[in-house]
């Protein structure tokens, strides 16, 4: 069986290696464009208070380094009494790897499941920080300021999915059986590209989350299945799962 995987180039190496030996020939592609945008004084100005903050959420690897390179310039050494949630382990890694305590959901790697991590401890009197990018989804700070919480967000870079790659999927995807997919962003910009193609497409969808599988329900798409997160590991279970059925 082939898999068409969207991931990130500078992922590719890493997701093949641990996807090595198992019944699938993973198809590789990069439909990511991501641009970091130009720090303003609002920006300077919520790096400066980071320590102001209960909590700091950064939503992806890009938006872990842009916290990293500020916690560089501004900070000696991080501030203490900060929690440093993230989505994934991939996110995670680059936290770590500056030696911030990162935690993140042990499956789903969704904001849903960030929120569950924190649900039970909410106050008004806490500050939280989103560090994301532009055109994300806005669940979790409207999620939080809904609880009475103070929500700050920094938007330090732009997502775009390269049309050019849209249209090479399309095409790809006719020599695989199935696709993953992990971003509800790439999965609007195929429909939004060629709806009547993928709606009717006849291979699997494999779904890193019960938000994109309920998502792909809605835009009528039969023939899919569910992952317990985003990760390859997680991406290995679905292929011995779907193997051994």
Not at 40 to 49: D, G, Q, V
Not at 86 to 114: I, Q
Not at 136 to 164: F, K
Not at 202 to 210: R, V
Request: one cysteine or more.
């Amino acid at each position: 069986m082939r898999i068409l995987i969207p991931k990130a180039q500078s992922e590719q190496r890493r997701w093949q290696a641990l996807l090595d030996g198992q019944s699938v020939e993973p198809v590789f592609c990069d439909p990511w464009q991501i641009d970091l945008l130009p720090q303003t004084a609002e920006t300077k100005t919520a790096w400066l208070n980071l320590d102001l903050n209960a909590v700091v959420f950064c939503v992806s690897p890009t938006a872990a380094k842009v916290l990293v390179d500020a916690l560089d310039e501004y900070w000696p050494m991080p501030p203490e009494g900060v929690r440093w949630l993230c989505n994934g382990p991939r996110t995670a890694r680059v936290l770590s790897e500056y030696g911030l305590p990162a935690e993140y959901p042990s499956s789903g790697h969704t904001s849903e499941d960030v929120y569950k991590m924190v649900q039970g401890s909410l106050t008004s009197s806490q500050r939280y920080l989103i560090i994301c990018g532009e055109g994300g989804r806005d669940w979790m700070r409207q999620t939080l300021q809904q609880q009475g919480v103070q929500v700050g967000v920094i938007r330090c870079y732009q997502r775009a999915v390269n049309t050019q790659v849209l249209a090479q999927m399309t095409e790809l995807i006719t020599t695989c059986q199935a696709l993953w997919l992990s971003s509800e962003y790439l999965g609007e910009a195929l429909i939004a590209q060629a709806a009547e193609f993928w709606r009717s497409w006849p291979g699997a969808w494999w779904l890193s989350s019960n938000r994109l599988d309920q998502w792909a329900e809605q835009q009528g798409i039969i023939n899919r299945f569910q992952a317990g997160g985003a990760t390859p590991e997680d991406l290995s279970r679905l292929i011995k799962q779907h193997a051994g059925a």
